[in-house]
């Protein structure tokens, strides 16, 4: 297996075994965009550190989006969570879980891991619309078809890391997704939870 650094915080790992993908090693899991990551002929990424939570909602929120955009992307993530987030769990495990936890987080990423299941609760885009469906096993399955002014409110805020990405309209319509259980939202920081499924249909669960 080669090694290769390839810019700050990255490093390339060749596959060990016929099939498995490249692996991308990230010292610093900020250090590139989860799209960007895919875009490359990445499959799995692995994070040297534990990823930490429960500091602030900001940061958690900032976290959960980095979780987000990899289980959008179908990215095999190899992760050990330090701490507990300052969400509820409900909010956790359709987001691609951790292998561990460490530091008072080993119940919490058990549990994560255990009740994971890839396409829980998802969006897709269409011509003028969104489709939501959220299949959680803890609480009533939702099925959502938003158009209109509405579709460009949620693709605003799915885009968004902080109320100030989001002109009038959309906070407004942020304070609705918040209330309907569709988006967080910190101090500053903003998370649409859905991810946005990508590929259809998914191998990911085999992996």
Not at 107 to 112: G, R, V
Not at 155 to 170: F, H, K, N, P
Request: charged fraction near 25%; hydrophobic fraction near 45%.
């Amino acid at each position: 297996m080669t090694r290769t650094t390839t810019g700050a915080g990255l490093v390339t790992r060749e596959p060990q075994e016929e099939g498995t993908g490249r692996t991308l090693v990230l010292a610093d899991w900020t250090a590139a965009a989860p799209a960007d990551i895919a875009a490359a002929g990445y499959e799995r990424v692995l994070v040297e550190e534990p990823l930490r939570a429960g500091a602030s909602l900001d940061d958690d929120l900032r976290l959960l989006r980095f979780l987000r955009e990899c289980t959008g992307h179908t990215l095999r993530l190899d992760w050990v969570l330090g701490g507990r987030p300052l969400v509820g769990e409900r909010n956790l495990h359709h987001l691609v879980p951790p292998v561990r936890g460490v530091d008072g987080a080993a119940e919490c990423a058990a549990t994560w891991l255990g009740a994971y299941r890839y396409g829980a609760y998802y969006y897709r885009v269409g011509p003028g619309f969104v489709t939501v469906k959220d299949v959680r096993p803890d609480g009533e399955s939702v099925h959502l078809t938003i158009d209109g002014e509405s579709a460009d409110h949620f693709r605003a805020i799915a885009e968004a890391t902080s109320v100030a990405d989001l002109d009038e309209a959309a906070t407004e319509a942020l304070a609705d997704a918040v209330e309907f259980g569709l988006a967080l939202r910190g101090e500053q920081a903003v998370l649409l939870l859905p991810f946005r499924m990508r590929h259809w249909p998914v191998p990911y669960v085999a992996a």
